[in-house]
C-alpha cells in the first residue's frame, strides 16, 4: 500500500501528454533565460547575478531564486563544518 501523498494536482501516474508538455515549457524557460542571461552579463557567461537580474520584478521568481541561493549557502557551510570536523582542516 503506498501512503504517499501528492498535491497541486499532482499524481502518481500523470499523463504523458501532460509530462510532456510541462518538459516544453521547462526547456523553452530555461533556453530564453539563458540566452538573456549570456547577452547582459559577460559575455559568453552566464552568472548568478545575471538570472537574479532578469528576475527581479516577478516577486515570486524573485523570492523562490532567494531561498534557493540562501538554501545554497547553508549547505556549503555545513559541509565546510563537516569536512573540518572529520577532517581536521
Given at each position: ?27 523553452e524557460f530555461i533556453t530564453e533565460m539563458t540566452h538573456k542571461a549570456m547577452s547582459i552579463g559577460r559575455q559568453g557567461r ?44
Open positions: 500500500l503506498n501512503t504517499a501523498q501528492y498535491g497541486f494536482g499532482d499524481d502518481q501516474n500523470p499523463y504523458t501528454e501532460s509530462v510532456d508538455i510541462l518538459e516544453d515549457l521547462v526547456i552566464v552568472q548568478v547575478e545575471d538570472i537574479v537580474f532578469l528576475i527581479r520584478k516577478d516577486p515570486r521568481k524573485f523570492a523562490r531564486v532567494k531561498d534557493l541561493l540562501t538554501m545554497n549557502e547553508e549547505l556549503k557551510r555545513a559541509r565546510k563544518a563537516f569536512d573540518e570536523a572529520n577532517y581536521g582542516s
